[in-house]
């Protein structure tokens, strides 16, 4: 069965601490994964989508990372602001047992001052 | 460019009560999806349509959700009679095209119902 794990599932870190975010998919012949940020009150916003093993995408302090096993969200130096939960989703293949976008739980962070 | 639209913001009805909720996504994106996020979990799909048409509606509740797409553009969705565990969040998004061919989807900020 296909499955998107998100790991830790909380993490708190001190202003400029750095650390990664893990998601893994047992999805087979991947066609995207997708980062999001949620904020408390609303919805879902796209970050990036990674298509294949070794590609990177950056952004301000974040930067993501594909392998064929999983993604890592790595925040570098992060700031209060940073502070949301960060989801990711993997989209159906014609391989995979799944018909549908599967999201995981998301890991909920916190940065304090 | 406009984001995704979703109205009420929020409502609160008691069970066995109707509530509909309204989406109008980016203008051009053909997909349209309708997902249900409860507290700590992420979003669930719902339906999924591609222009007016269902793509996907397999873990939509039909004795009681229903979801139409006119015209291709707006869509609205309903429950009815409303259950307590329909508390959630009812969040909205389109894509350019399918997400199955990697396009992203982008989110309203949905509708936070609550029933009593």
Known sequence: EDQVTQSPEALRLQEGESSSLNCSYTVSGLRGLFWYRQDPGKGPEFLFTLYSAGEEKEKERLKATLTKKESFLHITAPKPEDSATYLCAVPPTPYSSASKIIFGSGTRLSIRP | ?116
């Open chain 2, 1 to 116: 460019e406009a984001g995704v639209a979703q109205s009420p913001r929020y409502k609160i009805i008691e069970k066995r009560q109707s509530v509909a909720f309204w989406c109008n996504p980016i203008s051009g994106h053909a997909t349209l999806y309708w997902y249900q996020q409860i507290l700590g979990q992420g979003p669930k799909l719902l339906i999924q349509f591609q222009n007016n048409g269902v793509v996907d509606d397999s873990q939509l509740p039909k004795d009681r959700f229903s979801a139409e797409r006119l015209k291709g553009v707006d869509s609205t969705l309903k429950i009815q009679p409303a259950k307590l565990e329909d508390s959630a969040v009812y969040l909205c998004a389109s894509s350019l095209e399918d997400v199955r061919l990697g396009q992203p989807q982008h989110f309203g900020d949905g509708t936070r119902l609550s029933i009593l």
